[in-house]
């Protein structure tokens, strides 16, 4: 549901002509026309229809080139001074209207803009200031043009160093945020620390502890893959059946889908996952955010036995994938079908569990293993010993990949 917004620049109310699209509020964010941005921020805006990009110039670098894009892109692109603006989606992201207007984030493009953005709920009023230029004195000279690491740009970066997880950077570099610490903000751009900022929103959501049963209370960024599990079968199976109405409704209701038995998988992912020292208790609850409860709701379809969309990657198989050394009795690939087909529901978790395996620690296969994961070699083994090491690496880009396994899904299952 969206419901209009007003808008106040420097101080004065921005007035949309009746009839014209106005500024809007869709799923927490202000949404508004190119127009706004191009006649109150004093700044040149201009919409591409041919690569859908949004062109927002700064008076100091009007002449600013354009990064190439597809034909035929699919999504909206917003550059500023010739830079591409990093959005999550959690953020809001640019459309077109149904009055066949481009609306763009306003927070998002106010705050790469250099300007204080704020919200009013009780008049539902976004106050935007913006950050007015500081002459020089007549007569002195310039003042040195080195860039100054703002103290709030510091506090940013020791933020996320506290949350010691990995973050894709604008140049798609990985680097754990512990890292920061060592770093200055200015050598950053600005479209990097406006991405910084939106990883910190995102990553703000999420304890960065976790209290297990017993009263022992845990750093996430502490929690490893290797390791024994901590809830039982029978908390994960409790924690599914009370998960199960609330799944079962949403498929059918809301998605218009029918709802799909989930699988009694709990026992596999402890047995099989102490097999090899991983933690199946929490393989399990990843499966679940995998597969959004056993509900298939992407490209994997149920009878494939992936439940962690192993070779899964948005194109379908050709079914001349390569194996890689694992056991062509166990998997598959078929042509036209999304990601490996395992042979059993077994097949299905020790290649999940193989796959942690390979990410964790940088040893052999226990001993008697027999390999059934396909893209366990094409792993930079050891690579993330840790849940939230996962993050940018299996998910892109992941902010918050392995905080989510940990407390939206392994958590409510330890309180079962």
């Known amino acids: 549901m969206t419901h209009e917004a007003n808008i106040v620049i420097n101080g004065s109310p921005v007035v949309i002509a009746a009839g014209d699209q106005p500024a809007m509020i869709l799923n927490g964010r202000t949404y508004v026309p190119l127009r706004v941005i191009s006649e109150h921020l004093g700044i040149r805006v201009q919409w591409l229809p041919a690569t859908k990009q949004v062109v927002i110039a700064t008076a100091n670098n009007l002449s600013s080139s354009l990064p190439e894009r597809s034909e035929k892109p699919r999504d909206i692109q917003i550059v500023i001074d010739g830079k591409v603006l990093q959005v999550s989606p959690e953020l809001g992201q640019p459309f077109i209207t149904a009055m066949n207007r481009t609306v763009v984030p306003l927070r998002v493009v106010g705050e790469a803009l250099g300007c204080e953005v704020s919200w009013q709920q009780s008049s539902r009023t976004v106050e935007i200031k913006t950050k007015p230029s500081t002459p020089e004195p007549p007569g002195q000279p310039p003042a040195d043009s080195t860039p100054k690491s703002s103290p709030a740009d510091l506090s ?200 942690l395996y390979a990410y964790a620690t940088k040893d052999p296969l226990p001993p008697g293993k027999v390999l059934i994961d396909p893209r366990f070699t094409l792993v930079n083994r050891g690579i993330a010993p840790t849940w939230q090491k996962l993050n940018a690496r299996w998910a892109v880009p992941g902010t918050t990949y392995g905080q989510s396994i940990i407390h939206d899904y392994w958590k409510p299952a330890l309180a079962k």
């Open 156 to 355: 940013l970066l020791q933020e996320l160093a506290g949350y010691k997880t990995n973050l894709r950077l604008v140049d798609k570099t990985v680097i754990n945020s512990e890292e920061l610490l060592k770093m200055d903000p200015a050598s950053f751009s600005p479209e990097q620390m406006q991405l910084f900022r939106q990883y910190r929103d995102q990553l703000s959501k999420y304890d960065a502890k976790i209290k297990l049963p017993g009263g022992t209370v845990i750093n996430t960024a502490d929690l490893t893959i290797m390791g024994s599990s901590v809830a039982t079968a029978d908390q994960l199976r409790a924690w599914i059946a009370a998960e199960t109405p609330r799944i079962r409704a949403k498929m059918e209701q809301q998605l218009k889908r029918k709802f799909i038995p989930i699988p009694d998988l709990a026992e596999l992912y402890i047995k099989i996952g102490a097999e090899y020292g991983v933690r199946g208790d929490l393989a399990f609850a990843q499966a679940a955010k995998e597969t959004h409860y056993w509900q298939f709701t992407g490209d994997v379809q149920p009878w494939q036995n992936n439940f962690c969309g192993l070779w899964a990657t948005g194109s379908p198989c050709t079914g001349q994938e390569s194996l890689n050394g694992a056991d062509p009795t166990q998997v598959r690939f078929e042509p036209g079908v999304h990601g490996a087909i395992f042979v059993t529901p077994e097949a299905g978790v020790e290649a999940h569990i193989q796959h």
